[in-house]
């Protein structure tokens, strides 16, 4: 009898094996790949798409999707701007510092040194991207400088930093075909490795400087380091580099990376960064000056803050959040369409004015209309939509000058208690939260800040009015005139003071029936003291009336939800997202997130139109800390199994193929492994809602 030998087709030599479900088919060919000839633009005959999404139930109008999209790039240029701003105020003398040194470095050039910056910028990253461009930009304007930045994740041995550093400074393509070169450029040729070729292109760009930036030095590998240093030391002769190192630690700490003979090749300078103060940064952002188109309210500014000062986040981290609430309140809020300045009628459509007409501001103003007795302005407003057009621009413009009235008074609060030398100084953050929520018109830091101003001598009275000259406070260039006068008037040396300093004030003993008793006494006030006491006593009066006029309660503005956006649960959602409660409630009630009418939101349990993991993750719920593999395998097969399938054996493998594809994604999440004590058992790692 002759036996048959096996084909090198068979399944039996097969290492893996395609699985196909009924009813699907095997993935067609893939197609062969081609080369791209020409660098034209595939999409350039197609219309640009929007990529904010229209609201009102997919009725927004183009125009007004349009809009909300340039308002959000204005609204966000305009807090960029000042967040630069205060990075360049507070980087300026550390940035020239770095392009001196670098500007001058030939004048220490030896043969076998090479010119580092060390520059010590602490746990913030954007301050060292910052620093290095802003030096890029500077030297651009004398010197013909090329700089490389090179992080740790893009280089992994010597061959692909020298390589990353050709590519980064000649901008070529190394790698060329060869039927596309003559036999003489192919003799010619280097590896894209040889340093080689950026010494021709610095000959022949007549480059100045080529600077080496490592970015977060601390975390490249110290041998790799020493390499790159050696060989950067060895061209030095003919390519002129600078390194500059970006270091979180200390430079003392950074040098224990590095070898002694590596160390000898550097000639280097430290340089400190000052830090970024997340105050100075968000006042720079909420200034009364710039042109802001809505304010963040005080629940999303503390949440921003908490998390902050809960974690050790970065101001980028800082910035990022600030601009996602920036997006969050233009892109989800179709009402946001409202703040262009000057509206348009058209850009109102039917839906916004049911929008507005919702609105509980709109509610209380209407109310307010007719406890004033004004019935026709509050029939017009709910029926009369062109009426309501030009309440809600009139009210927008004057609840947006509101709102910069009380920023301008906070303003004012921080420049008074800067001029008052008080080491408990409330934070520009903290001033514009209380503000911001109606709560700083009756608080203590008001009430403290006036009763120091009435306390005030003669001299830190003419110091202060004239840090208040430029305010909106009337007559205070008067005031400080007349109180110039009395200080020249006086006789002594010593400085006027008011009858409301306490620091003059003696003690009066007086014995009433064998009881002593001790009261206040004021000392004797002069004739110029007196004089200068109603001058105190007119700034007083001045800033008491201006701080109630200003200091309003922005949430009893009309429209105050289109100006000020305060929804947290957005922000907590994405920057402290909670994924395990989201995967838990994805396999319980897979409808809420599929949308399928067999997978629904109402129907609970184990169903067979259910996903196989959550079918399998509902076995896992009812299961104990150890879990029999051939039980759970049963109770899965009788509720998947169908039943007017005529193949069981056919039926029974696309069971347990599914019972395996379920079974290995709840092992990937985490939720059981295999036990230690049973071969044939599983162990549960998780239990819902711990």
Known sequence: MVTEAPTADSVEYQACYVWT????????????????????SVHSNQPECITTVPLLLGNETHENVS???????????????????????????????????????????????????????????????????????????ILDVAIVNIIPSQIVNLKSAIKFINNQVTDAALTIEEDDMSKHEQSRRRL???????????????????????????????????????????????????????????????????????????HGAQFEAAQVDVDSLFRSVSSSQRDTVFW????????????????????????????????????????SVLLKNPLPAQTFQKELYEYVRNLDSFRQHVEGLIKQTDFDTAKHLLYDNSVLHKEVEQGIKKSKEAIKSLILAVELLT??????????????????????AGQLKDSAIVKDTLLAVKKLPSDAMTTLLAD????????MLVLHKEVQQLQ????????????????YAGLRTTIVSHKVQLSKQSAALSKQDL?????????????????????????????????????????????????????????????????????NGTQRGLSPTHPVTSILYQLFLESGAIINTSDLWSAFNTIVESEDNNDEDAEQERTLALFSQALAELKYMGMITSSRKKADHLAKVLWNGL
């Open 488 to 503: 020249s008037d006086c006789e002594g040396t010593e400085p006027l003071r008011s009858k409301h300093d306490t620091n």
């Open 67 to 141: 809009s909300r999209s340039a308002m959000l790039e204005e609204s966000w240029h305009a807090q960029e701007q000042g967040i630069n701003e205060v990075f360049e105020s507070t980087t300026a003398d550390t940035i020239s510092q770095v392009a001196n040194f670098i500007l001058h470095s030939d004048q220490t050039r030896t043969e076998t040194t090479v010119p580092t910056a060390f520059l010590v910028v602490g746990p913030s990253n954007s301050t060292y991207t910052n620093i290095v461009r802003s030096v890029e930009a500077q030297l651009q304007e």
């Open 415 to 436: 420049s008074i208690q800067k001029s008052l030398n008080n080491s408990a100084t409330e934070p520009w953050c903290n001033l514009y939260i209380k503000a911001i």
């Open 531 to 599: 004089l200068y006491s109603n001058v105190v006593d007119r700034v007083d009066e001045i800033l008491v009336k201006y701080l109630q006029e200003a200091l309003i309660t922005p949430q009893e503005l009309f429209l105050h939800e289109i100006l000020i956006y305060d929804f947290k649960s957005p922000h907590r959602e994405v920057f402290a997202p909670k994924p395990r409660h989201a995967m838990e409630r994805a396999l319980s009630s897979p409808g809420d997130y599929l949308g399928c009418s067999c997978c």
């Open 192 to 266: 894209n490795y040889d340093l080689q070729i950026l010494g021709d292109h610095v000959r022949s760009h007549s480059t100045a400087k080529v600077i080496i930036a490592f970015h977060d030095s601390e975390t490249f590998d110290g041998s790799l380091l020493n390499d790159i240093i050696e060989v950067i030391s060895s061209w030095y002769d003919r390519i002129p580099f600078v390194c500059l190192f970006g270091i979180k630690t200390s430079v003392e700490l950074f040098q224990e990376k590095l070898h002694r003979t590596t160390i000898q090749r550097l």
């Open 296 to 335: 963040l309210g005080p629940g999303i500014i503390h949440l921003i803050l908490q998390a902050r000062q809960n974690c050790i986040q970065s101001i980028t981290s800082f910035t990022k959040s600030l601009q996602y609430a920036h997006m969050t309140h233009i892109f989800a809020n179709p009402l």
């Open 21 to 40: 479900p009924d009813g699907a088919s095997l993935p067609a060919k893939r197609a062969a790949k081609r080369r791209r000839i020409t660098t034209s």
């Open 468 to 475: 208040l000259a430029d305010s909106p406070l009337p007559d």
